[in-house]
């Protein structure tokens, strides 16, 4: 066979690949390699069958060959081989001895040294080591052994930036605090070109900023640039990009903008019905804003498409918890961690499922199962602290939401606790806290920290201010019995008799069997007939419920 038609035939391998038709690349790629014995071939037949998903046969293969413990190439391919297998012990004894240090560093390469690299950069190659660090990660994880999963992904990540399947392990598994994240993108070594990478990774990230903050970054890839291919009359922009767009989502339910982000996230599916990410984001706005029809559709067409997916068994979860089926929705939630023991919402979901219940024995298991398995997520310490705080365990309950990250739900939680333990100086500075990191316009979620906040002005005797955050509250919502009764009290403690009468009468139309409203109504006009003598307030509840 001459060499034009070896040559050849090594195209229609490279083609047969192209189009999927892995076994005609199996059959030529076998030719080429029984002709030629060349190392280049053997690894070709090998990538053959491996696409073919002959695991072992390609495994075999490469083991076979000598060159396989001094090539990179030839043993990362046979470990992804053992991967497949899932015999992940062999896997990494076919990776080869190193070691990585708490940053992320690999401290021992002589293992390496021995070895020929591929063409590392050119063409915008991933770096080999970046794969294998990746590829190392994914096998301590499945032996479970997270921690030492979390130093090869960041190995990884840091040997090459472009590796964005380590961080996306690092960021959805939640194995990094917010300032780790940070700190780990602050020593990545981007290219003069990547600085869009840059800005991307710092929104895929947790978004625990100031409002203003989080913004600018999503401003900066979204601006438009002129394309210089096309005689400056195109601009090219990321600012339709389903998965930046997806990040904003993200950013507007943690806001707690429950609505903006279902509308968002309603609007990619359309656009891009399998966006996954996209699909928890709206999973998780639909259940707050209790959609149990879009629920139970979402639900239905993602068990039908990914049955073997967590997320799938997830959202029949949600679907059960926002009917009130918590029995059902614990079921779920339990199959969706089955799964996959590492879906963080699935822990989640079934922690609230029990706590819904008020079994808190159960529900405090699974947060802190979830606390193990995610260290860089606060969400199972906060449900932690708020289990504590329903059995009046204040102290405990400001131990455990004390360590989270600046997430305003966690100031207004840790306001509410100071609330109880009547440190009230504490907890006005909590609540403003809270608003301080929530967006300016305030949505239904932030008013309960509004009305609490006012709350705590109120026992503070500040009632002008207390007055100035009750109305705020009213204008956000005019449902709340809260509000009108703390307001009402508020301008009763004032001698304003007749606004305080004003707004028990709206608060006991909300509530006509409110017994704390009734009560005081009754004292308000008693005082208020007797107008121009000293009220006697003696009477009066000193604890208003929050």
Not at 146 to 155: E, I, N
Not at 255 to 265: D, I, W
Not at 305 to 310: L, S
Request: hydrophobic residues 40%; aromatic residues 12%.
């Amino acid at each position: 066979m001459r060499e034009e038609q070896i040559e050849k035939l090594r195209g229609v391998v490279r083609d047969c690949v192209s189009k999927h038709l892995y076994s005609s690349a199996i059959f030529f790629a076998d030719k080429v390699a029984a002709v030629t014995s060349d190392p280049a071939d053997i690894y070709m037949q090998a990538q053959a069958l491996y696409l073919g998903r002959h695991y072992r046969r390609a495994f075999h293969l490469l083991n076979a060959s000598q060159i396989v413990l001094r090539d990179l190439r030839f043993r990362y391919l046979a470990a992804k081989c053992l991967e497949e297998l899932k015999e992940w012990d062999q896997c990494l004894l076919m990776l080869g001895d190193a070691k990585v240090d708490e940053h992320g560093n690999i401290t021992d390469t002589k293992d390496y040294n021995s070895m020929y690299l591929d063409k590392d950069g050119e063409d915008r190659e991933i770096n080999i080591i970046s794969a294998i660090c990746f590829l190392r990660g994914k096998a301590y994880e499945a032996l479970e052994n997270r921690s030492q999963a979390r130093l090869w992904y960041k190995a990884a990540i840091k040997a090459d930036p472009l590796c964005y399947e380590a961080l996306e392990c690092l960021v959805e598994g939640h194995m990094l605090t917010c300032q780790e994240e940070i700190n780990l993108l602050a020593t990545l070594q981007f290219g003069p070109e990547d600085g869009w990478l840059s800005s991307f990774y710092s929104c895929l990230i947790k978004k625990y900023d100031k409002e203003n903050v989080v913004e600018t970054k999503f401003r900066e890839l979204e601006q438009e640039v002129p394309n210089t291919k096309s005689s400056g009359k195109s601009l090219c922009t990321l600012k339709n990009n389903t998965d930046l767009l997806a990040c904003k989502a993200e950013y507007y339910h943690q806001c707690g903008e429950y609505q903006k982000c279902f509308e968002l996230t309603s609007i990619l599916l359309e656009k891009d019905p399998f966006h996954l990410k996209c699909t928890l984001v709206h999973l998780a706005a639909a259940m707050e804003l209790g959609h149990a029809n879009e629920l139970y559709l979402m639900a239905c067409n993602l068990v039908k498409d990914y049955p073997q997916k967590a997320l799938s068994w997830f959202a029949v979860g949600c679907y059960y918890y926002c009917i009130r089926k918590y029995d059902q929705s614990r079921r779920y939630f339990s199959k969706a961690t089955s799964l996959d023991g590492t879906f963080a919402p699935g822990w989640i979901g079934y922690g609230n499922a029990y706590a819904a219940q008020e079994e808190g024995d159960q529900a405090m298991s699974a947060y802190r199962t979830a606390a193990r398995l995610f260290p860089g997520c606060h969400l199972p310490t906060l449900y932690i602290g708020m289990e504590y705080m329903r059995t009046h365990s204040f102290k405990l309950a400001e131990q455990a939401q004390g360590i989270c990250p600046s997430d305003p739900l966690v100031y207004n939680e840790l306001g509410v606790v100071a609330y109880h333990m009547k440190e009230y100086k504490k907890a006005v500075w909590w609540f403003e806290k809270t608003l301080a990191f929530v967006p300016s316009s305030l949505s239904e979620m932030w008013e309960p920290t509004v009305v609490n906040l006012a709350h705590a002005l109120r026992k503070l005797k500040r009632y002008n201010e207390a007055i100035t955050y009750y109305e705020k509250a009213l204008a956000i919502s005019t449902r709340s019995l809260s509000t009108y009764a703390g307001l009402a009290y508020t301008f009763h403690l004032q001698d304003n008799f007749t606004s305080a009468i004003t707004y028990y009468h709206k608060a006991l139309w909300l509530k006509p069997d409110d017994q704390f409203c009734t009560e005081m109504l009754t004292l308000a006009l008693a005082d208020e007939c007797r107008h121009g003598t000293e009220p006697k307030l003696e009477t009066v509840r000193s604890q208003l419920f929050t």
